[in-house]
């Protein structure tokens, strides 16, 4: 497998260059704070680094843009100067110069196709309060074949999704098992033991965890997902990548 170099800004956040562009996943450039709604969100940890050092970013692969844990005021700010921004069609009724995409729609960015996949943030029946979300999988001749999970609970949408991408060589999980008491004890994102679920059907994709610290509402560590893999037997397919640092995967 072709390798490709991405670095962890926090949170959501990753930074990765693909088939000659830049790529970033959910913006969030906030510094620690409280975030008030209908649940107030409570961050921690701020960003690893800033926009401007992260080099181009010609594509924003947006999850969902009602939570401010995936997209922050400053993420919002960079939005307006990135050339293609791709999220829900839901998003593209709240945000300028965003291209909604359906569930198995694709765009194509240069030498790069890009997929919106099926996510669903919480359990069955949770769009009516944590609204509609989306995933991504790129696919470009010569590179590893990405899938971005983006606020997904759903193993059966991984298995869905596996079952159209036979070959997914990296996955990019949104873990942490996300929690605000919305759905009782039913988590908002993976958690350590259905992200483990996730890989085994995924086959042999490196596993690349996001969006599960920095967050009040994360309610497992970091630690608890990479002893779940290391029981399993899986160790060597999961790679915690350390924020700051620009790792090459593959």
Known sequence: MTSFSALLVG??????TYGGLGFLTD???DEPGAYPGPVTLRKFTGPAVQPSELGPIDVVLLSHDQHFDNLDDAGRALLPDVPVVLGTEDSAT???HLTGLAPWQQYRAGVVTITAVPALHGPEGAEALSGFVTGFVLESEGEPTVYVSGDNASVDLVR??????PRIDVAVLFAGAANVG?????DL???ARTALEAAQVLGDAVIVPVHAEGWFHFSETLDRLRLMFEFAGRADRLRILPPGERIAIG
Request: aromatic share 16%; no cysteine; charged share 20%.
């Open 189 to 191: 994102t993976l958690n």
């Open 182 to 186: 919305r759905f009782g004890d039913v």
């Open 160 to 165: 869905e999704i596996a079952a159209r991408f």
């Open 94 to 96: 709240r945000i300028p």
């Open 11 to 16: 949170g959501p956040t990753l930074h990765f």
């Open 27 to 29: 913006p969030t450039f």
